[in-house]
């Protein structure tokens, strides 16, 4: 089955760290550029950064650049999102997505972040 | 920054109606526009590429149409299972990729 799985998302205090971790299944990972996409509670979607398929380009939105760095692993088919820094309008919904020419095109289960002291 | 604005914010129509999303950019771009629907509680899914492109497994009833700042999203007809929120994305002028605030299609 072609699948996403996002993980690792919780509560953490401002100024923490997380590591995200999504699996992917079903396809040829290596492939595909990779993006993490989130929601906040009851708001829209918004693009945080991308991965292309060999890992090794990568492109980050102006609000996490220098806090968040994405990664992935071809040999194991994962992909990461190591947030530094963490603050309260960080809070969200993070999707891991396949990109398509550019559009997202699967979509894994999202993981919260919850940013709180 | 391409930034996406989409209206209405909320559209109330019934079953077997037709429904007309709009998604209006702040400079033109060529016709690299997506469409997603998200149900609540669901993961987006893609509906629309390249403006007028269905996406596999989406149904006729849904088309996209458009270029240079404006582009629309139409239902037929709509279904029940069509009442959800959508959104708009470009990918001409990235990075950032953007999306459009969405719009809630309700009952």
């Known amino acids: 089955e072609v699948q996403l799985v996002g993980s690792g998302g919780g509560l953490v205090q401002p100024g923490g760290s997380l590591r995200l971790s999504c699996a992917a299944s079903?396809?040829?990972?290596?492939?595909?550029?990779m993006s993490w996409v989130r929601q906040a509670p009851g708001k829209g979607l918004e693009w945080v950064s991308a991965?292309?398929?060999?890992?090794?380009?990568?492109f980050y939105t102006d609000s996490v650049k220098g806090r968040f760095t994405i990664s992935r692993d071809n040999s194991r088919n994962m992909l990461f999102l190591q947030m530094n820094s963490l603050r309260a309008e960080d809070t969200a919904v993070y999707y891991c997505?396949?990109?398509?020419?550019?559009?997202?095109?699967?979509w894994g289960r999202g993981t919260l972040v919850t940013v709180s002291s | 920054e391409i930034v996406l604005t989409q209206s209405p914010a909320t559209l109330s129509l019934s079953p077997g109606e037709r429904a007309t999303l709009s998604c209006r950019a702040s400079?033109?771009?060529?016709?690299?526009l997506a469409w997603y629907q998200q149900k609540p509680g669901q993961t987006p899914r893609l509906l629309i590429y390249d403006a007028s492109n269905r996406a596999t497994g989406i149904p006729a009833r849904f088309s996209g149409s458009g270029s240079g700042t404006d582009f629309t999203l139409t239902i037929s007809s709509l279904e029940p299972e069509d009442f959800a929120v959508y959104y708009c994305q470009q990918r001409s002028n990235w990075p950032p990729y953007s999306f459009g605030q969405g719009t809630k299609l309700e009952i």
């Open positions: 991965v292309s398929g060999s890992g090794g380009d990568t």
């Open positions: 997505t396949r990109d398509k020419q550019k559009y997202f095109d699967l």
């Open positions: 079903g396809f040829t990972f290596s492939t595909y550029a």
């Open positions: 400079q033109t771009f060529s016709n690299y």
